[in-house]
C-alpha cells in the first residue's frame, strides 16, 4: 500500500500528516509506505492513496488512487477514519 | 588527523549529516534506518546545492536584463533562492545556529511560559541561515557567533507562535495547534488591518469563489507562469540585441526569457526536493524529542494548517497580497530617484501566494470579507517594503537580486542586524 501525502510546496504541512498516518498506520495494524511532495510531483509517484487538505484535494483527483481530502489536518480522528475507508477501498479494487 | 576533524566540522553537508546521525541514534533506530537516514540527509545539502546553482545563475539573468531595461537595480525576493546562494558561503554557520537553536527552543517552552515548539523544519533552516549572515556580518564568529545565533532562534521558534495564537484560536475554534510560519509580523498586521477596516458579518466562505485558480497551488507552475510575465517584460525592454548578443548566446531573446524563466522554477523545485531530504530525519526526531520533554508545549505547524479553515480567504487572500505587491512596487518606483536610487522589490510569487493566502484567512478570522482584501493587500505591501530594511544588513547578499521574503525574517533580520551595529 503506497500513500502519498502532497501541499503546495511539499514541505511542511504535507510532512506533518505524513507522521501523523504513519502513527495512525500503526496504530491500525496496516503495512504501508508513506511519503510526501509537492503537487507538481504528485503526479509521477504513483499511488494506492493519495492524501490532501480539502482546498487542495481536487487537484489530485485524476491520478489514478484514492484521494482523502481532510477538512482539518490536526484532527486525527477524520484522519483514521477516512484512511481506514480509502483502505478498504483499495483493498476492494486489488 | 586535525585536519580531517576540522574538515568534518565545517562542510555544511557533513555537519547536517551528523546533527540527524545524533536524531536518528537519539530515537534509538536500528543500523541500518540510521546509515539510509544520515547519507540522504548528506545528500539533501549537495541536491539543494545543485538546484541553487540553476536558480541563481537565472535570477542572475534577471537582474542584469532589469538593469540593462530600466536602468534600476531589480530584486524578486526568494527564500528558497536566497538560502541556495547564501549556504556555499554560510552553510558552517547554518548548521549550527539550527541544531542548537532547536535545543534552545526546547528549553525556553520547557522553563518559560512561551509553551510553544515550531516544526516547520524548512523555516528553521531558512531563519538559522538568515541569523547566520547577519551575525557573520555584524562580525561576530566562533562560539560567540553559534550561541548569540541559536539564543535568538530558539527564542523567536517559541515568540511568533505565541504572537499569532490569539488569531489562530479564532481560525481554528480551539486551543491545541499553533502556529509556526515566519510571516507572523504580516499575518498579525492583516488581521489587525481585518480587525479595523473589515465587517465581520460576512466571511469569505459566504461567497461564492470561483476555484479555478487553484492550480496556482502548485509553487513550480506559480513560479514559472509569474516569472515567465517578468522575464517577458525585461526582455523586451532590454531588446533582442542586447540579450542575443550578452546572454543568450545567440538564442532568440524571447526563447531565452521562457526558458530562463522556468530554469528559475526548476532550480527552485531541486531546491526543496534537497530540503526534503535535509529535513526528512531532522524533523521527526525534534517533533519526537522536543514533544516527550515539552508534553503541555503546542506544536506550532506551517502556514497551511490554516487553509482548509477558509479555502475561500486562500484564493482571495493570495490575489490581494499580489496585487499589494504591484502597487508597492509602484510606489517604489515612483520613490526612486537618480539621486537617491532604490531598489525595486518585484511581486515574487510564492511568498504572496502561500504568506498572501495565510494573510488572507487571518484577516478573515477578524474582519470578514472585506477585511480579508485590505488585510491580504496590506500584507502584499508590508513585504514589498520590509526587504529595503533587511538589505542592508546583510552585507554582499545585500546587493544579490533575491533576497528573504517573508515578513518575519525581514523584521528579525533588520532588528538583529541593526542592534549589532549600534552596539559595535
Known amino acids: 500500500m503506497k500513500i502519498l501525502v502532497c501541499c503546495g510546496s511539499g514541505l511542511g504541512s504535507s510532512f506533518m500528516m505524513e507522521m501523523n498516518i504513519k502513527k495512525a498506520l500503526a496504530e ?67 | 588527523m586535525l585536519k580531517f576533524i576540522m574538515d568534518i566540522l565545517s562542510v555544511p553537508a557533513v555537519l547536517i549529516g551528523i546533527v540527524s546521525f545524533i536524531g536518528l541514534v537519539a530515537q534509538k533506530k536500528s543500523t541500518s534506518d540510521t546509515i539510509k537516514g544520515t547519507i540522504k540527509t548528506v545528500m539533501g545539502v549537495l541536491v539543494l546545492s545543485g538546484g541553487a546553482g540553476l536558480a541563481v545563475g537565472a535570477i542572475t539573468h534577471f537582474g542584469t536584463m532589469f538593469q540593462q531595461g530600466f536602468g534600476i537595480t531589480g530584486v524578486v525576493p526568494h527564500n528558497e533562492a536566497i538560502v541556495g546562494m547564501a549556504l556555499k558561503e554560510y552553510g558552517t554557520q547554518t548548521a549550527y545556529i539550527m541544531a542548537f537553536g532547536m535545543v534552545a527552543n526546547v ?8 509553551k510553544f515548539i515550531f516544526l516547520t523544519g524548512h523555516h528553521t533552516l531558512y531563519m538559522a541561515c538568515m541569523i547566520g549572515i547577519i551575525l557573520t556580518v555584524g562580525g561576530l564568529t566562533g562560539i560567540e557567533m553559534i550561541a548569540v545565533g541559536a539564543v535568538v532562534l530558539g527564542f523567536i521558534m517559541a515568540l511568533f507562535p505565541a504572537i499569532a495564537h490569539p488569531v489562530m484560536k479564532k481560525i481554528t475554534g480551539s486551543d491545541d495547534v499553533a502556529f509556526g510560519h515566519f510571516g507572523t509580523v504580516g499575518y498579525v498586521f492583516a488581521a489587525w488591518i481585518g480587525k479595523i477596516a473589515g465587517n ?64 528559475f522554477a526548476a532550480g527552485v523545485y531541486i531546491i526543496l526536493a534537497g ?70 522589490i518585484l511581486p515574487s510569487v510564492v511568498p504572496h501566494f502561500f504568506c498572501g493566502a495565510t494573510a488572507g484567512v487571518f484577516a ?61
Open chain 2, 107 to 114: 528549553l525556553i517552552a520547557r522553563f518559560t511560559p512561551l
Open chain 2, 275 to 344: 530540503v526534503r531530504l535535509i529535513l526528512a530525519e531532522i524533523v521527526p526526531a525534534f517533533t519526537g524529542i522536543a514533544t516527550s520533554l515539552v508534553p503541555n508545549a503546542k506544536p506550532a505547524i506551517d502556514c497551511p494548517v490554516v487553509y482548509p479553515y477558509a479555502p475561500n480567504a486562500v484564493l482571495i487572500g493570495f490575489l490581494s497580497s499580489f496585487v499589494g505587491g504591484i502597487l508597492g512596487m509602484g510606489i517604489l518606483l515612483a520613490l526612486d530617484t537618480p539621486v537617491n536610487p532604490i531598489p525595486i
Open chain 1, 28 to 94: 491500525m495494524g496496516v503495512e504501508g509506505e508513506v511519503s510526501h511532495c509537492d503537487l507538481s510531483s504528485a503526479a509521477g509517484n504513483k499511488s494506492d492513496i493519495y492524501v490532501g487538505t480539502r482546498d487542495i484535494a481536487m487537484e489530485l483527483t485524476g491520478l489514478g488512487g484514492v484521494v482523502v481530502s481532510l477538512s482539518n489536518m490536526i484532527d486525527k480522528e477524520e484522519m483514521k477514519e477516512k484512511l481506514a475507508a480509502a483502505i478498504r477501498e483499495v483493498q476492494a479494487k486489488a
Open chain 2, 200 to 263: 465581520k458579518a460576512q466571511t469569505t466562505e459566504d461567497i461564492h469563489f470561483p476555484q479555478g485558480l487553484t492550480f496556482l497551488r502548485d509553487s513550480s507552475i506559480a513560479i514559472s507562469l509569474v516569472m515567465l510575465v517578468l522575464f517577458l517584460i525585461v526582455a523586451v525592454a532590454c531588446g533582442p540585441l542586447y540579450v542575443e548578443t550578452e546572454l543568450s548566446g545567440g538564442q532568440h531573446f524571447l526563447v531565452f526569457a521562457f526558458l530562463q524563466a522556468i530554469t
Open chain 2, 364 to 424: 478573515n478570522a477578524t474582519g470578514g470579507l472585506r477585511g480579508c482584501v485590505l488585510g491580504a493587500m496590506a500584507h502584499g505591501l508590508l513585504i514589498t517594503f520590509l526587504p529595503l530594511l533587511l538589505m542592508p544588513v546583510m552585507g554582499d547578499l545585500g546587493f544579490a537580486n533575491t533576497t528573504f521574503s517573508d515578513a518575519d525574517f525581514c523584521v528579525v533580520g533588520t532588528i538583529l542586524g541593526n542592534v549589532i551595529g549600534a552596539l559595535q
